[in-house]
Each structure stands twice: as C-alpha cells, then as structure tokens.
C-alpha cells in the first residue's frame, strides 16, 4: 500500500466518524453555507494579481513537520497583501496537521478565494467544505476513478463551489477531464519517487484544452521558474512549503512576489521591440 492508498483508507474512516457526528442538516445550517462562492477562477485570471495561490501547510508526509507554529490569520492577511491570487488551506489533521478550524479563520479574515486542500472522495466533504467557507474543492486524478470524479465534480458546482482537479501525468489528465472542472493543475511532483520536475508541467501543458485555467503545482521555489511557466501558457501557480518553510511565512511571499513581479516586468521589457 503505496502513501496515497493509506491516506484514502484512513479518510474513509475520517468521514464515516465525522456523519456519525455531525449530521448534514447541521453543516446547512453554517452561517457560510449560504455565502456567495468568491470564484477562484476570475482571481487567477485577473492581471492585476500575480497567479499565486499561497498555501498555508503545516506538515507533509513526505517532509514532516514544515512549520508548526505560522498562525492562519498573520499568515493568510500577509499572502494575500503580498499579492496572492487565492489561497489554499489545508485541512487534513492526520498527514497535513491542518483542521476544518484553519479554513475557517482564513475565511473570517479574507474576502479571497480560498480552496480547501484535503482528500476528497465523498459528498459529505464537499457540504462540509461549503459550510467552512470554502469556495474551491480539490479532486485528486490519482485517488478517484474518472466516473466519480466526474460524479463529485458536479456535486460540487450543484453547491456552488468551483473546481480544482489534480493530475501528475498524461494518463491521469486524458482519463479524467470532464465538463464540471473549472482549474486543472499540474503536480510536478512523482508520486511513486517524490522526484519534483517541472518539465512534468511543460509537457501536459497543451494537453489541458483552453476552457480550463492551467496551474503549475509543487517545487516552484524560484521566481524565475514561475516566469518561465508564465509564458509558456500557464496561468496559475499553487506554492506552499516555500513560503510555510520560512519563519515568517507571510515575508517569504511577499519577498517572492516582488522578485516575480520584477522578473515579468523585465521579461516583457526585453520582448518589446
């Protein structure tokens, strides 16, 4: 049983307990349940922002404890001052060390967008997300069959909520591209080595059709990297242990940020005639 089969077991058992506790007739009765859904889409695509969805994560299973100590409102104002498009706050307890309480924090203190990153294969998670405040969900290609991926796509936008899938190879997007989708991100990082490569983006990224905002995700820690995505066609970034690994988050991106900024500034200066 590879990382990802464990984490599914244990997530099945996670969501059978959390029915059992709470019923979904309390999850409709969040006062986020009814809020209007922020659209990640529209903010990854607004020029006036850099792209960025700046992750808050604590812990990982391949690295361990990241930073065990960021607080979610400091970091996530501070992501989103740096200039960030969206944010994504993980809530898996077990391999990720987050909450359903981190989410919420981010929401009280942020009109952004925000996706909830966890592991989601069941309709109950996506009621749950809603009630948390999420507006963006997470489909991971590698742990859902494309029929219920498919399936839970369309729960999701039947919520409100829009759509994030994630693939790591041509396999996993060719199989599972469906109509309910609206962001379609690329892992860089090999599942079965842990290997990173953004060269795994370059190559999917004309296999992605244009209806759907591109994302590169994974081992972007470099400024320049992010340009080089840029302009080969991708229109979005997902970065989290890069900045979460500093002592002081929220700097670390806003540090970023700037460099990234600077770099485009001078990529489109060196283009123009």
């Known amino acids: 049983m590879n990382i990802l089969d464990q984490i599914v077991a244990d997530k099945k058992k996670e969501v059978a307990e959390n029915k059992a506790m709470v019923p979904l007739m309390r999850l409709e009765k969040s006062p986020f349940f009814d809020g209007k859904t922020v659209s990640m889409r529209k903010y990854l695509l ?24 960021a607080k979610v409102e400091k970091t996530t104002i501070g992501y989103m001052q740096a200039g960030a498009s969206a944010l994504s706050v993980l809530t898996d307890k077990v391999y990720f060390g987050g909450d359903n309480e981190d989410l919420i924090a981010a929401r ?32 991971i290609a590698a742990i859902l069959e494309p029929k219920r991926l498919e399936e839970l796509a369309k729960f999701a936008k039947s919520l409100g909520l829009e759509v994030l899938m994630e693939v790591h190879d041509a396999e996993e997007l060719d199989r ?13 990082r090999n599942l079965k080595t842990f290997d990173v490569s953004v060269e795994t983006s370059l190559n999917l990224l004309d296999r992605i059709p244009d209806e759907f ?51 485009l500034a001078e990529s489109a200066s060196a283009a123009t005639p």
């Not at 960025?52 to 990241?66: D, L, Q, T, V, Y």
């Not at 599972?176 to 860089?188: E, H, Q, T």
């Not at 992010?226 to 540090?255: C, D, T, W």
């Open 176 to 188: 599972s591209l469906n109509p309910y989708l609206d962001v379609v991100g690329v892992n860089n």
């Open 108 to 139: 009280k203190f942020n009109f952004c967008p925000i996706l909830r990153k966890d592991f989601m294969i069941d309709e109950y998670q996506f009621v749950e997300a809603k009630s948390i405040g999420a507006d963006c969900v997470l489909l």
């Open 46 to 69: 607004n020029p006036e922002k850099t792209g960025i969805i700046a992750e808050f994560k604590r812990k990982s299973p391949s690295k361990g404890w990241i930073n065990a100590t």
């Open 213 to 263: 905002v591109k994302i590169s995700e994974s081992g972007l820690s470099d400024p320049g990297t992010l340009v080089q995505l840029k302009e080969a066609g991708f229109q979005g970034f997902l970065i989290g242990e890069n900045f979460m690994k500093s002592i002081r988050p929220h700097q670390a991106a806003y540090n970023f940020m700037n460099a990234y900024r600077d770099l």
